[in-house]
């Protein structure tokens, strides 16, 4: 076991090394850069600088003005100097990765912040509804999915199939704007906040209304991610319940006069959550990094996914490339635990046997 962990380890660090050449190729590649949006900005400010400066001086020389000529080159120059693009593209690269080895993502573009500040900012955001939605999930699907497993093709079964079937087809993003639209002022009812995680006034609020407040704007967030996300969890612990109950150790306890519930739970259960147990990594991987992105989004809370589409829409490289470092060593962490909660839960499971 700890050979195999050593090893992987090892391996996050070339995985992380290619995965950032790839994305950093191409945003050099892709139109539209921190340049470009600077001198544009540049341009329609001196351009409209020059216009409330005279409508007679425009319309006398309207190519005299800075804004209609464009910027010069010395000002282009800075601008690049400014965000480091006056140096060749692998040297930008191998600084980025001096930096990264002592955890320093650098400063971003736009918001004049250490990368590190922005992202420890943000992260409580992300995390607070990724795991309260993890806990909501399983809250709901195991006991679903045990007894759907329990009363396999009977009415019961049969009826949740289709709400397990809409919650597996609808993407998480759908159920946000429906419940926007009935539940948040959108055409129906107002019960709760549209975006945001707190109330402007939330400093002012006692423990108890501060602890209210913050589950009020979390609701529909909440009901969304849960939504989105039990199905699969709810397929999965019901057909794992229903492998082991027919093995002939259950069939073995039921002879000797044990009742059905004694057998789930004393027998089954504990050999049935295993594969739902070690799945957890996984689920949390899918609901951080695919889930939480959308959510953020839509109900504009100010989280990592959030934070990284600006970085996106902006632009901004070291704000970019902090959030996909941080996200993909998460992926990679957790994918490991996941593997290692696989052997530990289930000892026949052997990793280094098959050179892993």
Same mark, same amino acid.
């Given at each position: 076991?700890?050979?195999?962990?050593?090893?992987?380890?090892?391996?996050?660090?070339?995985?992380?090394?290619?995965?950032?050449?790839?994305?950093?190729?191409?945003?050099?590649?892709?139109?539209?850069?921190?340049?470009?949006?600077?001198?544009?900005?540049?341009?329609?400010?001196?351009?409209?600088?020059?216009?409330?400066?005279?409508?007679?001086?425009?319309?006398?020389?309207?190519?005299?003005?800075?804004?209609?000529?464009?910027?010069?080159?010395?000002?282009?120059?800075?601008?690049?100097?400014?965000?480091?693009?006056?140096?060749?593209?692998?040297?930008?690269?191998?600084?980025?990765?001096?930096?990264?080895?002592?955890?320093?993502?650098?400063?971003?573009?736009?918001?004049?912040?250490?990368?590190?500040?922005?992202?420890?900012?943000?992260?409580?955001?992300?995390?607070?509804?990724?795991?309260?939605?993890?806990?909501?999930?399983?809250?709901?699907?195991?006991?679903?999915?045990?007894?759907?497993?329990?009363?396999?093709?009977?009415?019961?079964?049969?009826?949740?199939?289709?709400?397990?079937?809409?919650?597996?087809?609808?993407?998480?993003?759908?159920? %946000?704007?429906?419940? $926007?639209? +009935?539940?948040?002022?959108?055409?129906?009812?107002?019960? =709760?906040? #549209?975006? @945001? &995680?707190?109330?402007?006034?939330?400093?002012?609020?006692?423990?108890?209304?501060?602890?209210?407040?913050?589950?009020?704007?979390?609701?529909?967030?909440?009901?969304?991610?849960?939504?989105?996300?039990?199905?699969?969890?709810?397929?999965?612990t019901k057909y794992s319940f229903m492998e082991e109950l027919s093995k002939q150790y259950v069939l073995a306890a039921r002879a000797k006069g044990l009742n059905d519930r004694r057998v789930l739970y004393?027998?089954?259960?504990?050999?049935?959550?295993?594969?739902?147990?070690?799945?957890?990594?996984? %689920?949390?991987?899918? $609901?951080? +990094?695919?889930?939480?992105?959308?959510?953020?989004?839509? =109900?504009? #809370?100010? @989280? &990592?996914?959030?934070?990284?589409?600006?970085?996106?829409?902006?632009?901004?490289?070291?704000?970019?490339?902090?959030?996909?470092?941080?996200?993909?060593?998460?992926?990679?962490?957790?994918?490991?635990?996941?593997?290692?909660?696989?052997?530990?839960?289930?000892?026949?499971?052997?990793?280094?046997?098959?050179?892993?």
């Open positions: 076991m700890g050979t195999y962990i050593l090893k992987r380890l090892l391996l996050i660090i070339p995985t992380l090394f290619l995965i950032l050449l790839i994305n950093f190729v191409v945003v050099q590649i892709a139109p539209g850069g921190p340049v470009e949006q600077a001198i544009q900005q540049a341009e329609s400010f001196q351009g409209v600088g020059a216009a409330q400066g005279g409508g007679e001086v425009a319309k006398s020389s309207n190519s005299n003005y800075q804004g209609a000529r464009g910027l010069s080159d010395d000002m282009v120059e800075k601008i690049k100097k400014q965000y480091g693009f006056d140096q060749p593209a692998y040297l930008r690269f191998w600084i980025m990765l001096k930096g990264y080895a002592h955890l320093d993502f650098g400063t971003s573009f736009f918001k004049d912040k250490p990368v590190t500040q922005l992202l420890l900012e943000k992260m409580p955001v992300s995390l607070s509804l990724g795991l309260w939605s993890t806990l909501l999930i399983y809250l709901v699907s195991i006991p679903l999915g045990i007894k759907k497993a329990r009363q396999h093709g009977q009415f019961f079964d049969k009826s949740t199939s289709l709400l397990l079937a809409v919650g597996y087809a609808v993407p998480a993003f759908v159920f %946000a704007i429906l419940l $926007i639209v +009935f539940f948040a002022g959108g055409t129906y009812f107002q019960w =709760f906040p #549209l975006q @945001g &995680l707190v109330s402007d006034n939330f400093h002012e609020l006692s423990v108890f209304g501060k602890v209210k407040d913050y589950f009020w704007h979390m609701t529909l967030p909440l009901i969304t991610m849960v939504l989105g996300g039990f199905a699969g969890l709810t397929y999965l004393g027998h089954v259960f504990r050999n049935a959550m295993l594969i739902v147990i070690a799945g957890l990594p996984e %689920a949390l991987i899918g $609901i951080f +990094f695919v889930g939480n992105l959308f959510i953020e989004i839509i =109900f504009n #809370l100010d @989280g &990592l996914g959030l934070l990284g589409f600006e970085a996106i829409q902006q632009r901004d490289y070291p704000l970019i490339f902090g959030t996909l470092f941080l996200f993909t060593l998460l992926g990679l962490v957790l994918r490991l635990i996941s593997d290692v909660l696989y052997q530990i839960i289930d000892p026949r499971i052997s990793f280094e046997s098959r050179g892993n």
